[in-house]
């Protein structure tokens, strides 16, 4: 498993920001590998997102459709896709990956409390 001092070695985060905040830090990371900007940004970075997402997906359905397995390894190379996305989107909108995650988890805590878990709305 790769740690924070084996991504500092790789040259992939600021020794300061990676040992204060570490998704901040990832944040930033993201934020060199950014290649177009304002609304071309916007549409990029939303289109990139789905498409990751969208081979997340197409390896469960060849596992459903055609029974051929996926590794752990493969998944979760997409789902490191999919964050690079949803945090160069947070970069875009003024936030970074440490406020989504937090929001998201307020957001769920309270639908659960409220037994809310299940059901249909974004403000439920
Ligand atoms: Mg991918």
Do not use: C
């Amino acid at each position: 498993m790769i740690n924070i001092s084996d991504l500092r070695s790789m040259g992939y985060f600021d020794a300061i920001d990676a040992d204060k905040d570490p998704l901040k830090a990832y944040s930033n990371w993201v934020e060199t590998k950014i290649l177009t900007s304002r609304s071309e940004r916007l549409v990029e970075n939303t289109l990139g997102l789905v498409g990751e997402a969208g081979e997340v997906a197409e390896k469960v359905k060849k596992l459903i459709r055609d029974k051929s397995k996926f590794s752990n390894k493969d998944i979760i190379k997409e789902l490191g896709d999919v964050m690079f996305y949803v945090t160069a989107l947070a970069n875009y909108h003024g936030s970074d990956l440490r406020e989504v995650i937090e929001e998201n988890i307020k957001k769920l805590e309270s639908r659960q409390s409220r037994g809310k878990l299940k059901g249909n709305g974004d403000d439920r």
